[in-house]
């Protein structure tokens, strides 16, 4: 058999195909002596292999046309040529087509939601009143940034956001790349909306016109003009309200409310690999903490990181928490309370201000003599951690909550419309002309009991048992996402008469299979009253007071599902 030097040589294709997908081959010279493949494939990369079939991972097979390209090509040899004309097919390799990168942009924590040259969001950063101070839109509008990866900056195409989102790529698309701001609100509705970005820039804004004041929404930065990738940014989250007066009191008469924010930090314990001296992570737990929207974040003290964190240090480049990091996981406006400040929490005597006001609510109504109340009481948390061994900076008084009502069945209820209207109810037609919203419950739950490995002073590891989690969830998202277990631990849906039996629920929330644990992501909560936190659920005096039927804690300002 004549032996054949096989040199093989780039392959240039004819302009009809973009750069982006053209064959990349490598000059190769082999030694190999093959004429043909006859009932095989012929690996045009390497020169010298016969194959059965393509690989489907690595190669795909050539169209006729760039078979005819090989053979008519003057930078080909006619013995290439000759074995691609007798081979059963040739294989190529797979077309690397560019892509524009997804989670590579980052949105800054500092963006401001501005109306008529005001605040107008609850989750606001410090820096926005300046800036909203400057923006004369009589509507709401999304001021931010973004911070971008080195797959978008060290991309000489995009940059910068102004790139990613406007510059096309060779990658077969037929529309020209544009963004859109998608908003997802807390029943997984999306609105997607036109984002303007400055030319050569980081910086962006959006009209919010479609958007609800009083509503919790999650956002991200998505391409979505060349309708061929969809790549998109990272996820931060907003709650726009109406913009306060001059004077910073609310126009209305209404009894004022603050909205909790919750977030989570991350406990975790280390060991120490005696080969190379370095720490790594052998377990962690989940703490969640509450604070006012309005309040400036309590970041942890230096080098607290290698114990307990709660910013994304990746992200950030920095282990050592600052005030302007974001905190993980924020739930902006996860429940709504009432406000301290308001001058109608003032205490006079033994009750405070408001109680008076519903009494002569009642008073002027005709109620002969109505019984003073007292009808709120304020709810304090863990609003950081100070270290590991200590997971709870406070508790601070987060604002006040109302006591449940009961019913004439002994089921507690927290009063809304339906009651404010009932005339022959007098009291909460009085309560919802002071209060002014419906209200719902607030709950507690605890979660399961872990234990994590502690490395000794000796290099030994133990186990312990930390601090339980305790979660505050409010009754809309609570009642989407509870369930019983059956004596098999099977889950099924709570009913009205079956709610004074252990209920529990998996956290974070999947609404679309809420009996369906995700492992490694959701844990279990078990839903407790005020007196059985602490207690594993376990009744330790007789009650002096009814105790609400489904452990129902407080009520609260109804939040927007």
Same mark, same amino acid.
């Given at each position: ?451 994590? %490995? ?6 030994? =590891? /133990?186990? $312990? &048992?930390? #601090? ?7 009754? !809309? ?9 059956? %004596? ?6 709570? =009913? /009205?008469? $079956? &709610?004074? #039996? ?7 929330? !999947? ?51």
């Amino acid at each position: 058999m004549k032996k054949i030097f096989i040199t093989l040589l780039l392959l240039n294709f004819a302009a009809c195909i973009p750069d982006g997908t053209r064959r990349r081959l490598t000059s190769i010279s082999t030694g190999n002596a093959i004429t043909t493949c006859d009932d095989s494939f012929f690996d045009y990369e390497s020169g010298d292999t016969c194959q059965s079939a393509c690989d489907t991972e690595t190669q795909q097979e050539a169209t006729d046309e760039e078979i005819s390209e090989i053979v008519n090509s003057t930078d080909v040899t006619d013995d290439i040529k000759e074995i691609v004309q007798t081979s059963k097919g040739v294989c190529l390799p797979k077309a690397t087509i560019p892509t524009r990168p997804s989670n590579s942009i980052f949105i800054n924590g500092d963006f401001c939601v501005c109306k008529a040259g005001k605040v107008a969001s609850v989750n606001a950063d410090a820096s926005c009143a300046s800036t909203c101070a400057t923006k004369t839109d009589d509507f709401a509008k999304l001021y931010g940034s973004v911070t971008v990866g080195p797959l978008v900056s060290g991309n000489d195409n995009f940059k910068n956001l102004y790139g990613w989102c406007t510059n096309s790529i060779d990658n077969n698309q037929v529309n020209n790349p544009s963004c859109q701001l998608i908003l997802r609100n807390t029943n997984n509705e999306t609105i997607p909306i036109n984002i303007e970005v400055n030319s050569g820039s980081n910086r962006f804004s959006v009209p919010l016109t479609n958007a609800s004041f009083g509503e919790t929404y999650s956002f991200k930065i998505q391409e979505t003009g060349t309708q061929v990738e969809f790549a998109t940014s990272d996820i931060k989250q907003l709650r726009m309200k109406e913009p306060e007066d001059d004077s910073g009191i609310v126009l209305d008469d209404e009894l004022h409310l603050t909205l909790i924010n919750q977030y989570t930090c991350i406990l975790r314990t280390t060991s120490v690999n005696e080969a190379t001296s370095q720490n790594f992570y052998v377990d962690y737990a989940r703490y969640h903490y509450y604070q006012q929207a309005t309040s400036a974040i309590l970041p942890l003290a230096p080098g607290a990181a290698t114990r307990i964190f709660c910013h994304d240090y990746v992200k950030e480049g920095n282990a050592n928490d600052k005030v302007q990091y974001a905190r993980l996981e924020t739930i902006p406006g996860h429940f709504t309370v009432w406000d301290v400040q308001d001058p109608r929490f003032l205490k006079d005597g033994d009750n405070l201000t408001v109680d008076f006001l519903i009494r002569e609510k009642l008073q002027k109504m005709g109620i002969s003599n109505p019984t003073l109340k007292s009808y709120f009481g304020t709810i304090s948390a863990c609003v950081a951690p100070d270290s590991a061994d200590n997971i709870c900076v406070g508790p601070d008084i987060l604002g006040y909550v109302m006591t449940p009502f009961t019913d004439s069945t002994g089921k507690s209820f927290c009063p809304g419309e339906n009651e404010y209207n009932d005339q022959t109810k007098p009291e909460f037609v009085a309560i919802g002309e002071i209060v002014g919203t419906p209200t719902e419950g607030l709950y507690f739950a605890e979660g399961e009991r872990e234990v994590v %490995s502690i490395t000794n002073n000796d290099g030994s =590891t /133990s186990e $312990t &048992e930390i #601090q339980r989690d305790l979660l505050l969830i409010r009754e !809309n998202i609570l009642k989407k996402i509870w369930f019983h277990l059956n %004596s098999s631990g099977v889950p099924y849906k709570p =009913t /009205s008469s $079956t &709610e004074r #039996q252990a209920t529990y629920f998996y956290w974070p929330p !999947n609404y679309d299979t809420p009996f369906v644990q995700q492992k490694g992501f959701q844990k279990l909560y078990t839903v407790k009253g005020p007196t059985e936190v602490g207690t594993n659920g376990r009744t330790t005096q007789v009650p002096s007071t009814l105790i609400p039927h489904d452990r129902k804690a407080y009520c609260v300002p109804a939040t927007s599902n």
